[in-house]
């Protein structure tokens, strides 16, 4: 018998939010995997659309999810770099196929629930085509051997995701349908998590969460909500770039601080702006809440956040606000990764490294639970880390609703073997049914 934590006298959670989601999503537990269409059929460190147009299957994907019992499938509608992959008239769509639609079809004819996840302020693509929306750097420094001036916008090559160009296509022509494409290549790949992938090196750009791109991000949202049955609507990237801390003093930033703080407070460094850098965020949320409840009071809205300190990082550096957020949106998301800084399969080393990642996950969220309004489903990995270390990270992090794991592609078939007895012996598959 595996012994749990028992999560409960941590959380402050109003018991008619943990009824409405149990009600909403039919069943007593969560169990859901993600998928993340562009990143290819392994790990999650390529962008690969010629996989998504050719060689993803749908069916394949549900009659494996129903084998190992998951009742929910979360799909990544939009990445980092920007595409949207469903039939929009809004949004960049370079895979010529209505991924979420063809998801959504399938998922009728079986027991499996579909949400959405959303990358909000992130966007390489955006990046290229409004440059002007890009948020803006408020003094000079370096990052990853990265220079950047005071003023300059914040697009910088891409930390984890990498590019092989198609069969018989040359770089130049590919940099046309995939423009935020640069022409270096990094070679060789490393253990640690931002040297694991190689390829062509892409852009990426965070967007200024007071531009206009915010309009575009709901017009979207709209879209979705409106064309497609889900059952749950997640914001990822529902923040600041957490690389820097001098984002976003563009004009608007800047007058909008003004306006309300009036000329004293320092930007970059006051209360006062860690204040507002919450506002905007929690600003977005709001609307994006209202959008989806608008078109349907039946869809959940939800928001990924990343655990870690609450003052040097949430607070000053993403400018998420967890008590305030999840007053807004109906569930909170951690995402709960410490086996994707290292796995002991690739030494003892790296297993330590991972081991004080877990402690330090978990000791964060006993120590922060309390910030949350909302229902909490921690989503943790599957890939790059072993079936005992995926294991210990789902039972670690189940704070009582169930537990998704990402991501679809990667999980090794021992794995799934584990996925499949965890919801059996674990869960219950009486948990599970709707
Ligand atoms: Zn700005």
Redesign the pocket.
């Known amino acids: 018998m595996v012994r749990k934590l028992e999560w409960s006298k941590y959380f402050k959670i109003e018991s008619h939010k943990i009824d409405a989601f149990i009600n909403h999503f039919g069943a007593k537990k969560t169990y859901a995997m993600g998928l993340m269409p562009i990143r290819g059929p392994k790990g999650f460190r390529k962008l690969d659309y010629e996989f998504v147009e050719k060689d993803l299957n749908v069916a394949e994907i549900m009659n494996k999810l129903e084998r190992a019992h998951f009742n929910t499938l979360g799909i990544v509608i939009k990445d980092t770099d920007g595409a949207c992959t469903w039939d929009t008239n809004v949004g960049w769509n370079p895979t010529d196929r209505d991924i979420l639609g063809e998801f959504c079809d399938a998922g009728k004819e079986s027991d499996i629930k579909i949400n959405v996840s959303f990358t909000s302020m992130n966007d390489a693509y955006q990046g290229y085509l409004h440059p002007e929306r890009v948020?803006?750097h408020g003094k000079s420094g370096e990052k990853h051997g990265i220079k950047y001036k005071e003023g300059e916008i914040s697009t910088h090559i891409e930390g984890e995701m990498r590019i092989d160009l198609p069969e018989g296509i040359s770089f130049k022509d590919y940099q046309k349908k995939i423009p935020f494409l640069t022409e270096q290549i990094d070679e060789k790949a490393g253990k640690s998590r931002d040297t694991r992938s190689k390829g062509y090196i892409p852009l990426t750009s965070f967007m200024?969460?007071?531009?206009e791109h915010q309009n575009y991000l709901l017009a979207l949202a709209e879209e979705v909500v409106k064309d497609y049955s889900i059952k749950g609507f997640f914001a990822d990237y529902i923040r600041y770039d957490g690389a820097f801390t001098d984002?976003?003093?563009?004009?608007?930033?800047?007058q909008k601080f003004r306006d309300k703080y009036g000329n004293k407070p320092k930007l970059l460094k006051s209360n006062d702006w860690y204040d507002f850098k919450a506002d905007t965020i929690a600003h977005y949320a709001q609307k994006l809440h209202n959008t989806i409840k608008s078109i349907n009071k039946n869809c959940v809205s939800g928001w990924f956040c990343l655990p870690g300190p609450k003052k040097l990082f949430s607070r000053k550096r993403l400018g998420q606000d967890w008590t305030k957020l999840s007053s807004i949106l109906d569930i909170v998301s951690p995402m709960e990764y410490p086996y994707l800084m290292g796995t002991r399969d690739d030494g003892w080393y790296w297993g330590k490294v991972a081991d004080l990642f877990y402690w330090y996950f978990i000791r964060n969220m006993k120590k922060r639970a309390k910030e949350f309004k909302a229902p909490v489903l921690s989503v943790t990995n599957s890939v790059e880390c072993n079936v005992k270390e995926m294991l210990k990270q789902m039972r670690g992090f189940d704070f009582g609703l169930g537990i998704a794991v990402f991501k679809y592609y990667g999980t090794s078939d021992q794995q799934w073997e584990a996925l499949r007895k965890y919801a059996e012996e674990e869960i219950g598959l009486e948990n599970l049914k709707f």
């Open positions: 948020s803006v200024c969460p007071n531009s984002l976003c003093t563009c004009h608007r930033c800047i």
